[in-house]
């Protein structure tokens, strides 16, 4: 059974860095053609995709954040960091840590955990 | 503004059929899977079609997909009040090389 559980601060104040660890279990990210994302969600808005890494460390991240936007897996302890710079207001967002598998398509999803960016 | 477009609702009776349409350009839906994901009020996303038309299990044959060119089709037959929710669809973009998902589209059931 695969599970995806997402953790950091809720309140982070502007231009501050956040860091969301997602902690995952049932699957492994060395296996071919895995990879773990991060999606955000701005209260009562779309999906928006963020990044992911893959099972053999390559890394893909959305064009319009890529520039403040890091992952990193941490095979051994099954965990995946998403780190994000210079947060603003605009950023907050409930971010999802999901699975994709060898097809493209996020088949599993963590909870969520909402990020407040305020003062 | 989503680079997949979809209508920002849709509605229909309980019953009756309904379709969502999410259109892309050639660089995304033409060339990738579609997959689309239904969304109630407080939780996350669930896969709902993978591969443009395919159902995980446990999903009901009253949904489906399919894609045509550069755009694609979520179908909902025999509409139950409890498919009130949020639907999205992704895909890859080949040019942008990018997760990408439509603005979604909220059904209701009247």
């Known amino acids: 059974q695969i599970t995806l559980k997402e953790s950091g601060p809720t309140l982070v104040k502007p231009t501050q860095t956040l860091t969301l660890t997602c902690t995952f279990s049932g699957f492994s990210l060395r296996s071919n053609g895995v990879s773990v994302g991060w999606i955000r969600q701005p209260p009562g808005r779309a999906l928006e995709w963020l990044a992911l890494v893959y099972w053999d460390n390559d890394k893909r991240y959305s064009p319009s954040l890529k520039n403040r936007l890091t992952i990193t897996k941490d095979t051994s302890k099954n965990q995946v960091v998403l780190m994000m710079t210079n947060m603003d207001p605009v950023d907050t967002a409930t971010y999802y840590c999901?699975?994709?598998?060898?097809?493209?398509?996020?088949?599993?999803w963590g909870q969520g955990t909402l990020v407040t960016v305020s003062s | 503004q989503s680079v997949l477009t979809q209508p920002p609702s849709v509605s229909a009776a309980p019953g009756q059929k309904v379709t969502i349409p999410c259109s892309g350009s050639s660089s995304n839906i033409e060339k990738n899977y579609v997959s689309w994901y239904q969304q109630f009020p407080g939780t996350a996303p669930k896969l709902l079609i993978f591969?443009?038309?395919e159902r995980p299990s446990g999903i009901p044959d009253r949904f489906s997909g399919s894609k045509s060119g550069t755009s694609a089709t979520l179908g909902i037959t025999g509409l139950q009040t409890g498919d009130e929710a949020d639907y999205y669809c992704?895909?890859?973009?080949?040019?942008?090389?990018?997760?990408?998902f439509g603005g979604g589209t909220k059904l209701t059931v009247l």
């Open positions: 999901v699975h994709r598998g060898v097809t493209p398509f996020f088949d599993y």
């Open positions: 591969d443009d038309n």
């Open positions: 992704g895909t890859w973009d080949t040019s942008l090389r990018a997760v990408l």
